[in-house]
C-alpha cells in the first residue's frame, strides 16, 4: 500500500512516500531563516510550512515515480510540536485525504523517532530500551511491542538537543548547536573541565539538562570568555560539554537496561546521529548488547519516520473505517485520544 506522510512540527517540511514500511522518497527542506534568530521562531516556521508544502509534496511524488492517485493512506504529524507548525501539515493532509476519499492518520512524533530506528532495517525485534534524544524531546522508554511502550523516564526541564543549543549560542556558535558544538568537540579536549552531572530527585530515570547549562554559563563568566576566546579554548568547552551530556544519557540508558535485562538499545531523534554519543554506546557491543541507531537522514525530522508509524497504526488497527473519518475529525480531537508519552 502506497502511503503519503506529512511532518511539520517544527522547522523541517518534509514529505515523504513509502510503500508498506519501505521508503521511496523522503524530501526534507530544512528552514534556515531561523539562524539569525539563534532558535526557530515558531510564527516564521508556521509560514514557511505553507509556503512549502504542496512544492515538498509534488518533489516527494515525483521522485518516488508514483502520482496522487496512487496513494492509499495519509500520515501526518499531529503532536507534539509548535502548534501552528503542526496545523499547516496536518489540515494540509486531511484535506488531501478528503479529496482522495482515502484513510488518514495522525502521528504522534516522539512514536515515529522511536520508531524510526526500524527504517530501512530487516527486522524489528522487542523488546528495546529507547532514548529519544531530540531538539524538544528527551526520553527513555521500554519498548515492549508496537505500541506497547513504558516511559521510564524524561527531562524534567531542557531536552538534551537544546542543552546543545543553548551552550552552542552562549559559545557564539549558530543554531543549530549540536552540529557544531560536535564539530568544536573533535579538537577538544574532553577532561578540560568536569562539569557537573545532575541528579534528579525521585524518579531514577528523569533527566536533567538546564543545571549543566547554568553550569557552563557560570564558567564561562568565571574565565571571563568573552575576553579570553580563542579556538582551543572552545573546542575545550564543547568537548567537556559534550562529555557531560552524553555521560548523563549513557549512564542512565545503561542502568534502565541492567535494571530490565534487556540487551537491546535503541537511540533515536536529532542528538542520535551524535559521534561521540554513538561510540560510547557503541563499546556496549563488546559486552552483548546490541545497540542501534537510525540512519543520520532519519535521526532528525523527517516524514519517512512519520509514515511508518502511520503505516503501522493502520495495520494494526481493528477498525480500518476509523480512519477514514479520522480526517473529519477537529484537531483538537486528534490531540486528546491517540497514545501518549
Ligand atoms: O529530532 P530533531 O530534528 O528535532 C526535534 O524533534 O526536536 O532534533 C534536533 C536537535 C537539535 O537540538 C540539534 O542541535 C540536535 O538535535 N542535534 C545534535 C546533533 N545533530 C542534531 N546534537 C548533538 N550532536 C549532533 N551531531
Ligand atoms: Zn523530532
Do not use: W
Amino acid at each position: 500500500m502506497l502511503s503519503l506522510a506529512i511532518e511539520t512540527s517544527c522547522d523541517e517540511t518534509s514529505v515523504a512516500v513509502l510503500d508498506n514500511d519501505k521508503v521511496i522518497s523522503n524530501i526534507i527542506s530544512s528552514q534556515i531563516s531561523h539562524v539569525k534568530f539563534g532558535g526557530v521562531v515558531p510564527e516564521i516556521a508556521s509560514r514557511e510550512h505553507l509556503n512549502k508544502i504542496i512544492e515538498i509534496t509534488e518533489l516527494a511524488l515525483s521522485e518516488s515515480g508514483k502520482e496522487l492517485k496512487d496513494i492509499k493512506l495519509i500520515s501526518a504529524t499531529s503532536e507534539p510540536g509548535l502548534i501552528g507548525a503542526l496545523l499547516t501539515g496536518l489540515n494540509f493532509g486531511k484535506s488531501l485525504s478528503m479529496s482522495l476519499n482515502i484513510p488518514f492518520v495522525p502521528v504522534n512524533h516522539i512514536h515515529a523517532h522511536l520508531y524510526s530506528n526500524f527504517l530501512n532495517k530487516d527486522k524489528t525485534e522487542f523488546p528495546f530500551i529507547s532514548l529519544i534524544v531530540s531538539g524538544g524531546h528527551t526520553l527513555l522508554v521500554l519498548a515492549e511491542d508496537f505500541f506497547k511502550h513504558k516511559v521510564l523516564g524524561k527531562t524534567v526541564d531542557d531536552a538534551a538537543g537544546e542543552a546543545f543549543d543553548k551552550v552552542a549560542k552562549l559559545l557564539g556558535l549558530n543554531y543549530p548547536g549540536g552540529p557544531e558544538i560536535e564539530k568544536h568537540a573533535v579538537n577538544g579536549n574532553k577532561d578540560y573541565h568536569k562539569f557537573p552531572l545532575a541528579h534528579v530527585k525521585g524518579s531514577e530515570f528523569d533527566f536533567s539538562f538546564s543545571g549543566l547549562k547554568t553550569s557552563v554559563l557560570y564558567f564561562l563568566k568565571k574565565i571571563d570568555f568573552a575576553n579570553v576566546k580563542n579556538d582551543e579554548l572552545i573546542n575545550n568547552i564543547c568537548a567537556s560539554f559534550q562529555n557531560a551530556a552524553v555521560s548523563s544519557l549513557f549512564n542512565k540508558t545503561l542502568s534502565a537496561a541492567e535494571k530490565y535485562n534487556i540487551r537491546n538499545i535503541k537511540v533515536s531523534g536529532g542528538v542520535s546521529s551524535n559521534k561521540y554519543l554513538q561510540d560510547k554506546f557503541n563499546f556496549l557491543k563488546d559486552s552483548g548488547y546490541s545497540i542501534s541507531f537510525p540512519e543520520k537522514k532519519y535521526s532528525t525530522d523527517n516524514a519517512a519516520m512519520i509514515g511508518l508509524v502511520g503505516y503501522y497504526k493502520y495495520k494494526f488497527s481493528g477498525d480500518k473505517n476509523y480512519f477514514l473519518n479520522e480526517a473529519l475529525l477537529i484537531n483538537a480531537k486528534a490531540k486528546v485520544d491517540y497514545e501518549k508519552f
